[in-house]
């Protein structure tokens, strides 16, 4: 049989020091527990080296190489060595070639080219007569910051480019004029930008928090014990959880646009119930990644962390922050995979561009299949039973 | 069904590891429809292990068996329609109210009037007017009435309870025992895990499990009459006495109850032998007496800590 004495209590000198006594006791506990969560350890190293990566490689407010449409209305040499000489300025990358003034708009509307260069008919020989021809160049300026810098300094670089050029030669000034057209935005406002935007990370941020917890908080709290001894299956559990948010996003949303077009005067120039319709789409996709981490977590504060790792690249590799045609390949290809890029481009066309389902249809089918790919990991993840 | 009728539960050598160490070690158990079944042991002996690879919470690392008739292996979705699962922890929603959890439960099992099972529930419990108050906010006697409500609100056939009254006041403890011979007596198997020693003899059969093995089963007598203890009861002046006891030969336990001590053995030469030199003090009065429940079971657990520790 073993007695449990008591031991006498502390001396009086050593007490003097019980402040750092106790700092000390609190600071270690702190750290053993610490490295015991593993999770929060590798945040500690991965937020700043993710922050870091992505700033310094993958953003540049300068962009270059800029996905743009050319509406050709006349095959020349001419055309063709000033369409050279405005990819070799760098800032533009022709990916579309048109002949039909709609597909150029659609082109535009749907944002798959930011700018669009349009060579009208009878250029070549204008230029000859010395008649200073119009050549219109089209920005979708939705994003100012992608359209400026290219805007601005466009004229000066295409003098120099086209300066050994048989027909222009060293001509003190351009036979032509650069019109440029900054479409959408003609005043470069910045709010026009930001506003729909704020619809997309405002409801990435509040939707991913809402679900990321409630898997974690049934184990924290005891009850998910008793929920996975009742016949629920997990699909049932997860639809439970994310449709009730899907209401709340969508209160969420209204606010944020009425706000938008009241206070800040930002047109809907769109199909409203099209807006409705896809925001409750994009509001489904982040409660299922929510929900997705809420299955991976193994409690509330991991599940807040990994809910911030997916938010810091949602912000910046989207297009909300910074251009994201500016971004190299493998930061597009990873923005691509991130639900707010898909919908700022939504969002953005509709707004201010007053695009339609059919200039949509890329990214509406993204956001479909990012939903069901977290969908079924969720499930898949979602343990039946505590092995 | 199979041909064990009136047989429960019928599993045969489970086991269960959790991180390289074995929890329950090949556990063979058979309950007969309509009976309590007391499961006792000390803490962390495997009792909620069991528990809960008999409701498909867990699955076993080998073994066997039914459950109502249902394979435990391949039936969980079936067995989880029947059985009521109390667990040790209170895991009804502390932030919805009383009928909003009885409600919610009705719902999962989907029972026909779910609002009116619910109310009749609250009749039941005798919670009536309590309906609207947070599930959070009930006493824990009251918690745990309202926790065996949910889990027998879906009429089931089995109901597990994990020490269903730990932390509950004497009187809630009675009623809540009273309850449970009710149900049983409606058909209800009940398999109830426990450290009480009073609620140990309110049950038709008991198992004593130890280290993930199980020690004796039977009813209270029968396990009392395998242990071969024998016991005495000393009274008197007592003073010092349990320590010059303790650790002589054949001296397997000396416990005090009270006034009392408890001197036990199960040689009984060896025992007789050892205390004939204080049986002769004054002072101090030997008889012979039965050991209790609980004499046996920490002998079984002194034995099994030998064994498997």
């Known amino acids: 049989m073993s007695t449990i004495r008591a031991t006498g209590p502390v001396s009086e000198i050593r007490d003097r020091f019980g402040f750092l006594r106790r700092s000390y006791a609190m600071m270690a506990k702190e750290f053993i527990q610490l490295r015991r969560d593993r999770v929060s350890f590798a945040m500690i190293v991965a937020i700043p080296v993710m922050q870091l990566l992505l700033f310094g490689y993958a953003i540049n407010t300068t962009p270059h190489h800029l996905p743009s449409a050319v509406l050709l209305q006349e095959d020349s040499d001419l055309a063709r060595s000033v369409l050279k000489a405005l990819e070799n300025t760098a800032y533009f990358r022709f990916v579309y070639e048109v002949h039909d003034v709609e597909d150029f708009d659609n082109l535009l509307k749907s944002g798959k080219v930011l700018f669009g260069v349009e060579i009208p008919r009878g250029f070549e020989r204008a230029v000859r007569r010395g008649d200073k021809p119009a050549l219109l160049v089209a920005a979708d300026a939705t994003d100012p910051v992608a359209a400026s810098s290219a805007l601005g300094s466009l004229g000066m670089i295409v003098q120099t480019a086209l300066q050994h050029d048989l027909y222009i030669g060293d001509a003190p000034a351009l036979p032509f004029e650069i019109r440029a057209h900054a479409r959408y935005n003609p005043a470069a406002e910045s709010r026009i930008n930001i506003v729909p935007g704020l619809v997309g990370t405002i409801l990435t941020m509040t939707m991913l928090i809402f679900t990321a917890l409630s ?7 005891g009850t998910m014990e008793s929920l996975l001894s009742m016949p629920i299956k997990p699909v049932e559990v997860m639809l439970g959880k994310i449709v009730p948010y899907i209401v709340v996003g969508f209160i969420q949303a209204f606010l944020i646009v009425n706000i938008g077009v009241f206070l800040f005067g930002v047109p809907v120039l769109g199909n409203l119930l099209l807006l409705a319709a896809l925001s409750t789409l994009f509001i489904a996709t982040n409660l299922a990644i929510g929900y997705t981490f809420s299955t991976i977590a193994q409690n509330q504060l991991q599940a807040i962390q990994m809910s911030f790792m997916f938010f810091l690249p949602s ?58 790919v977290a969908m079924t990991i969720a499930v898949t993840r979602f343990r039946r039973t505590l092995d | 069904m199979n041909a064990g009728n009136d047989i429960a539960i019928d599993v045969r050598g489970l086991s269960k590891s959790f991180g390289g160490r074995e929890v329950v070690h090949d556990l063979s158990m ?94 039941r419990l005798g919670l009536s007017g309590r ?33 269903p009254t730990a932390g509950v006041d004497p009187k809630a403890r009675r009623d809540f025992w009273n309850e449970i011979h009710a149900l049983a007596a409606e058909g209800l198997t009940v398999l109830v895990s426990t450290h009480y020693m009073d609620e140990a003899e309110r049950c038709h059969e008991i198992a004593y499990i130890a280290y993930g093995h199980l020690l004796a089963r039977g009813t209270v007598d029968e396990v009392i009459a395998k242990s071969a203890l024998t016991t005495y009861t000393v009274t008197g002046e007592l003073g ?16 005090p109850f009270g006034t009392s001590l408890h001197v036990s053995g199960r040689d009984a030469a060896a025992l007789e032998a050892s205390i004939a030199p204080w049986r002769e003090k004054s002072g101090l009065h030997w008889q012979k007496s039965h050991p209790s429940l609980e004499d046996v079971f920490i002998e079984l657990m002194n034995r099994s800590r030998d064994n498997f520790q």
């Not at chain 2, 309906?131 to 027998?152: D, F, V």
């Open chain 2, 131 to 163: 309906e609207e108050q947070l599930a959070g906010e009930l006493s824990g006697g009251w918690k745990q009435r309202l926790a065996l409500g949910a889990c027998t609100l879906p009429n089931p056939k089995l109901l597990l309870l994990d020490e």
């Open chain 2, 240 to 255: 010092g006495l349990a320590a010059e006891l303790d650790h002589k030969p054949g001296v397997d336990m000396v416990a």
């Open chain 2, 30 to 123: 058979q309950v007969k429809r309509g009976s309590i079944y007391g499961f006792l042991g000390p803490n962390g002996s495997g009792k909620t292990t069991t528990i809960r690879i008999l409701c498909g919470l867990l699955t076993p690392d080998s073994g066997e068996g039914t459950c109502l008739g249902y394979d435990i292996l391949r039936d969980a979705e079936k067995i989880k329609r029947q059985v009521g699962y109390m667990t040790q922890r209170f895991s009804l929603y502390q932030d919805l109210s009383v009928r909003e959890n009885l409600e919610f439960v009705a719902r999962l099992y989907g029972l026909a009037d779910a609002r009116g099972a619910a109310r009749d529930m609250i009749k």
């Open chain 1, 315 to 372: 912000l910046l590799l989207s297009g909300f922050m910074f251009p994201f045609a500016g971004m190299p390949a493998w930061a597009q290809y990873l923005g691509e995979c991130l639900p707010l890029t898909h919908y700022l481009r939504i969002v953005r066309a509709i707004m201010l561009k007053g695009a339609s389902m059919p200039n949509l249809r890329f990214d509406a089918v993204a956001l479909a299949i990012l939903m069901l």
């Open chain 1, 215 to 221: 898997v974690t908080r049934e184990i924290e709290r």
